[in-house]
């Protein structure tokens, strides 16, 4: 496979799940915003701004020579301000604008380096981030689409056109 092609279909993984996000979430509006089913749950606009949180989370980890923050209580802590869906929406936007560029600035060899050592993923390639990020974006996903339907709303199916 070309070096052009690799990064291609890598970033166009991204767009997909991009895609697929935005379709099953986009009944959402900001009124919900402060919607979680239980008290102590993520609301809509935190589950948003923590997919965003984690795709840079997942770049900054296979930047940094030490590897993933594993401090998720200050991850989660830094959720709490979030109040807006559409300012969560723009976290995510950015998010996916960052690791996109991320992806397609780096070489083969460089995607092909190991991940630092570590319980996250480490010595994998830094390419296997990208299955990791769409993955953890598919699971916010569909608990979006069971906070859409408890709120009366029916999420479109991600897939369609």
């Known amino acids: 496979m070309s070096s ?3 990064s291609y279909d890598f970033a ?3 767009f997909a799940s991009k895609a697929f996000f935005e379709r099953s979430t986009g009944v959402l ?3 919900d ?3 979680r089913p239980r008290e102590g749950m993520m609301t809509v606009a935190q589950q948003v701004a923590h997919t965003a949180q984690t795709l840079d989370w ?3 980890g296979a930047s940094r020579r030490e590897g993933f923050d594993l401090d998720f209580e200050k991850h989660a802590k830094a959720l709490v301000g979030v109040t807006s869906l559409a ?4 976290m995510l936007e950015t998010a996916y604008e960052n690791a996109i560029h991320f992806i397609r600035s780096r070489t083969p060899e460089d995607l092909a380096r190991p991940l630092p050592p570590g319980p996250v993923m480490g010595g994998q390639p830094i390419s296997d981030i990208v299955w990791a990020m769409v993955e953890h974006t598919a699971h916010h996903r569909g608990a979006l689409t069971v906070y859409s339907r ?3 709303k029916l999420p479109p199916m991600p897939y369609g056109g």
């Not at 300012?87 to 723009?90: E, I, K, N, S």
């Open 150 to 152: 408890q709120l009366g």
């Open 12 to 14: 166009n993984q991204l």
């Open 58 to 60: 997942f770049i900054e």
């Open 87 to 90: 300012a969560a929406r723009q």
């Open 33 to 35: 915003s402060e919607f």
């Open 29 to 31: 509006q900001e009124a």
């Open 4 to 6: 052009k092609l690799q």
